[in-house]
Nanobody
Framework: QVQLVQSGGGSVQAGGSLRLSCQASGHSYRSPCMGWFRQAPGKEREAVAFILTHSSTTGNAESVKGRFTISQDQAKSTVYLEMNSLKSEDTAMYYC????????????????????WGQGTQVTVSS
């Protein structure tokens, strides 16, 4: 089992920035893939970004390219989502996700790659 604890988020005006953090614990091995998803009211959960933890290779959804950056601090078992130039349409509940260490180093912008989820944190962008 992998436990994910999120922090950060909050309210900001359009054009502003926020950073989300997600700390993983509970497993002897590092998750090979971690990511961020978001879900707005009445909409499906969508992928925002992922990172392959052994190589730091990343991928972003088209809607956030050039504005959001996913990164990691392996020593802290923590993944970050730096969000800049925020727009009102970025308003959503954001979730951290991790792949089970036993499933291999596959990753992508789909829920099928992930097995564990954080508790969620609200991001609200006002225009």
């Amino acid at each position: 089992q992998v436990q994910l604890v999120q922090s950060g988020g909050g309210s900001v005006q359009a054009g502003g920035s926020l950073r989300l953090s997600c700390q993983a614990s509970g497993h002897s091995y590092r998750s090979p893939c971690m990511g961020w998803f978001r879900q707005a009211p009445g909409k499906e959960r969508e992928a925002v970004a992922f990172i392959l933890t052994h190589s730091s290779t990343t991928g972003n959804a088209e809607s956030v390219k050039g504005r959001f950056t996913i990164s990691q601090d392996q020593a802290k078992s923590t993944v970050y989502l730096e969000m800049n130039s925020l727009k009102s349409e970025d308003t959503a509940m954001y979730y951290c996700a991790a792949r089970d260490p036993g499933r291999g180093a596959l990753c992508g912008l789909s829920r099928t790659y992930f097995d564990y989820w954080g508790q969620g944190t609200q991001v609200t962008v006002s225009s």
